[in-house]
């Protein structure tokens, strides 16, 4: 089974600008594809790629001296290269997407296709599982997910059906969820309303948006002055975060400002607006439709 398409492929490469004796990070390894074109740019230069999933790293295993892949979520990078001292690199890539590859291989419960048990953990060895969540979480918890990780309409009382329907019966199975969600809009559901529920449910199993946040944070300090930062988005949540992030050093729409409220700035934006894929990569890669790719160089 082939992982994973690399998404915007050339466009991450150049966005990275490589020097060919620098040290970069992939954070997200996954199927090794952007990986494997940044190996091509290096000479002497070394690659740090992590992922939280084993299945990843065993799977697309890279023979070359020039890489080291670690098992990890990306938001302990900073500790794992200060472990091999260095203290700053050249280049951090990050593709937030969901692989195909997990996508596709129904144990690993991220779709709602089929029949398989929910489960959407990233790295198998946390305990928080998709099953979990629908079948443990409050009606307040379930409320705050929906609202704000699906931007679900009538989240309090999708919640309350929920808890109303798992006290008669457990929610094991996707086809579960999926049968039950339209029961309660009274008909079937198309794949983007799924997709929002599915989504919001699996940002909650890996605690993406936090994780994601603790991750920029840490990049200002790991990145040389002129390092890039170059990051592939999927949903409006985290194109947000990274946005903000690089055009205002905050998570927020105002800029991050000091002590003396002086705004600061780690960053220049290096594209005005985010890079998308072409028509030609959408036809042949249809996931990677809701690409957005930003990139911002260390000031």
């Known amino acids: 089974m082939r992982y994973h398409v690399p998404v915007l492929l050339n466009e991450s490469?150049?966005?990275?600008?490589?020097k060919p004796n620098g040290t970069y990070l992939d954070l997200t390894f996954g199927g090794g594809g952007h990986s494997r074109s940044i190996?091509?740019?290096?000479?002497?230069g070394s690659l740090i790629s992590f992922d939280s999933d084993l299945d990843a790293i065993n799977i697309n295993n890279i023979s070359n001296s020039n890489i080291e892949v670690i098992h990890s979520n990306f938001k302990f990078f900073d500790l794992h290269i200060q472990d091999r001292g260095i203290n700053s690199v050249d280049g951090i890539f990050a593709d937030l997407g969901v692989s195909s590859y997990q996508i596709d291989s129904y144990n690993r419960g991220f779709t709602y296709k089929g029949k398989t048990e929910l489960d959407m953990r990233m790295n198998k060895e946390n305990d928080l599982c998709a099953k979990r969540v629908l079948n443990e979480y409050s009606l307040e918890q379930l409320d705050n997910i929906l609202h704000q990780y699906g931007e679900i309409s009538n989240s309090k009382k999708i919640a309350e059906k929920i808890i109303n329907h798992r006290q008669k019966k457990l929610i094991?199975?996707?086809?579960?969820?999926v049968n039950l969600l339209n029961t309660i809009f009274q008909k079937k559901i198309g794949y983007k309303l799924l997709s929002k529920f599915f989504q919001a449910i699996r940002i909650e199993v890996n605690d993406e948006l936090n994780t994601l946040k603790e991750m920029l944070i840490k990049t200002v300090d790991s990145l040389n002055i002129g390092g890039r930062l170059v990051i592939i988005s999927y949903h409006s949540l985290e194109d947000r975060l990274v946005k903000n992030f690089i055009n205002k050093s905050n998570f927020s729409s105002d800029?991050?400002?000091?002590?003396?409220?002086?705004?600061?700035q780690f960053f220049k934006k290096i594209n005005k607006k985010p890079i998308i894929p072409q028509?030609?990569?959408?036809?042949?890669?249809?996931?990677?439709?809701?690409?957005?790719?930003?990139?911002?160089?260390?000031?």
Do not use: H
Not at 39 to 44: A, C, F, G, Q, S
Not at 288 to 294: C, D, I
């Open 255 to 264: 800029f991050k400002k000091n002590l003396f409220g002086v705004k600061q």
């Open 172 to 177: 094991k199975y996707n086809s579960d969820f």
């Open 39 to 44: 190996l091509k740019k290096l000479i002497k």
């Open 279 to 299: 028509d030609n990569e959408i036809k042949n890669n249809p996931r990677s439709r809701s690409a957005k790719l930003r990139i911002g160089e260390k000031l």
């Open 13 to 18: 490469i150049k966005g990275l600008s490589i």
